[in-house]
Nanobody, 120 residues
Framework: EVQLVESGGGLVQAGGSLRLSCLLSGFTIDRYTIGWFRQAPGKGREGVSCITTSDGTTWYADSVRGRLTISSDSAKNAVFLQMISLEPEDTAVYYC?????????????WGQGTQVTVSS
């Protein structure tokens, strides 16, 4: 059974930093894409970043490029999201996901989410 568990969220002032972790189990992350979405209050879910672990290819949303860095650690079977220069607009629940079971979003596996709150 695929499981994703996020951690690392919290309350931080604007300009601060956080490091989110996504610990995966039920499969090894090698050769798969792992990523992050976020959902702000009253808004839809937004793709933030993803990484293809086989070759390290990364993608970032324009709104976060240059401030967020995604990385993976095969030994820990985990993916991380380093966030710096945080802005109040980054306030959201951040979800880790993997499309391992299929390209249709209905087949993606998700974590429970971790809350990030950035105060101005």
């Amino acid at each position: 059974e695929v499981q994703l568990v996020e951690s690392g969220g919290g309350l931080v002032q604007a300009g601060g930093s956080l490091r989110l972790s996504c610990l995966l189990s039920g499969f090894t992350i090698d050769r798969y894409t792992i990523g992050w979405f976020r959902q702000a209050p009253g808004k839809g879910r937004e793709g933030v970043s993803c990484i293809t672990t086989s070759d390290g290819t990364t993608w970032y949303a324009d709104s976060v490029r240059g401030r967020l860095t995604i990385s993976s650690d095969s030994a820990k079977n985990a993916v991380f999201l380093q966030m710096i220069s945080l802005e109040p607009e980054d306030t959201a629940v951040y979800y880790c996901y993997t499309p391992k079971r299929g390209v249709s979003i209905s087949r993606w596996d998700w974590g429970q989410g971790t809350q990030v709150t950035v105060s101005s």
